[in-house]
Every structure is written in C-alpha cells, then in structure tokens.
T-cell receptor
C-alpha cells in the first residue's frame, strides 16, 4: 500500500531563513511525487512535481529514491509562503493522489 | 490553468435528508474526477474515483450506498450524501485533471444538524 508521511504538522521560521518541509513515502514501484499548497481561504493548488525538476516560487524538491524522500526546500522563506503544504503521491500521471498529513508553515516577520 | 468549480460552497441540512454536491470542470473535459473528504486540521482522504459513463470506484471503508456518485457527462460529477447524519459533516473536495495535473475545486462545507 502506498503511504505518504509528513512528520511535522507545524513549522515556524523567520523571514529570510531557510526552510525544509519533510516528506517520506512508501511505494513499491516508481511513483510520481507532488507538492501541493493551500493558502488561507484558497483551494489546493499544485506547487511542483518531481518530474518537472523546476523551481516554483523559489521552492525546489528532489526525489531521493534511496531514502524514499521528497523534501521541499527554499533557501530564503518569505511571509507570503505561509500556508499549508501537502506532499502527495500518484502511481501514474493523472491517477489518484495519496496525500500526506500536511505541514502548516508559518513565516514570521 | 484549468478551473474546477463546486456547488454549493456550503450547505446545512437536517439529519436524515440527502444533499447533492456538484463538481464541474469549466474549461476542459474530464473522464475521471476524484472526490475527497477533509476533516478539520486533517489531510484529504480519497473517497472515490468518478468515471464518466461508468460506476464509481470507492475506497475501502467508504459506503457506496451512502455516498452516491454520478458522472453523467465529461464536465460534471455529482456526490449525493444520502440520509445524512452529523458525522457526515465535513469538507468535501473534488478534483479533475489530465495526465499532467489535478485541479481542485474550492470545496463544499457540509454541516448536518
């Protein structure tokens, strides 16, 4: 069975500090990994996906198959980054998503 | 990007009544839509996969007779909560997408009194 774990429910950093949101997964095959973000009073939206290998809003995430991790990182956090972040896994593109528990990131001024 | 809408955005109903929630893909066609449930301060839990023109696929533990899903067209899926009870109160979210991305609706807040 597939599973996504985000060990930190809450994460608080100061503006300008580096931030890392952890995500570990368990899946027998080669899944697709995603990070979704939900800003206050807004719908869930895709932040980035591992196969794109791109940086969105300064965030990057590298898939580490050996450690089965997909941690989200940003070198300098901004106040507008405060949101709920969900790591998610899909077996294939377009298939059902399994979400982690989410991490509430707060960036303090 | 593509837009997914839900209606209503919130609904209050009495225990024992049924409530229908609509999920629409506004500018694209979706052969598959997904329905999630989210409890306060918790993650999204997949309830079922809605397939256009065929029966929905329910996740383990989700009562298909209680949560009726109909996907009659390529732009509309409906979730009907039948004989609702207070424990069904939750935030229901749908998504639709393509091979690249899932687009999420804004959610429907259901409160059963």
């Amino acid at each position: 069975a597939q599973r996504v774990t985000q060990p930190e429910k809450l994460l608080s950093v100061f503006k300008g500090a580096p931030v890392e949101l952890k995500c570990n997964y368990s899946y027998s095959g080669s899944p697709e990994l995603f990070w979704y973000v939900q800003y206050s009073r807004q719908r869930l939206q895709l932040l980035l996906r591992h196969i794109s290998r791109e940086s969105i809003k300064g965030f990057t995430a590298d898939l580490n198959k050996g450690e089965t991790s997909f941690h989200l990182k940003k070198p300098f956090a901004q106040e507008e980054d405060s949101a709920m972040y969900y790591c998610a896994l899909a077996e294939t593109s377009g298939s059902r998503l399994t979400f982690g528990e989410g991490t509430q990131l707060t960036v303090n001024p | 990007g593509a837009v997914v809408s839900q209606h209503p955005s919130w609904v209050i109903c009495k225990s024992g009544t049924s409530v229908k929630i609509e999920c629409r893909s506004l500018d694209f066609q979706a052969t598959t839509m997904f329905w999630y449930r989210q409890f306060p301060k918790q993650s999204l839990m997949l309830m079922a996969t809605s397939n256009e023109g065929s029966k929905a696929t329910y996740e383990q533990g989700v009562e298909k007779d209680k949560f009726l899903i109909n996907h009659a067209s390529l732009t509309l899926s409906t979730l009907t909560v039948t004989s609702a009870h207070p424990e069904d109160s939750s935030f229901y979210i749908c998504s639709a997408g393509d091979a690249y991305e899932q687009y999420f609706g804004p959610g429907t807040r259901l409160t059963v009194t």
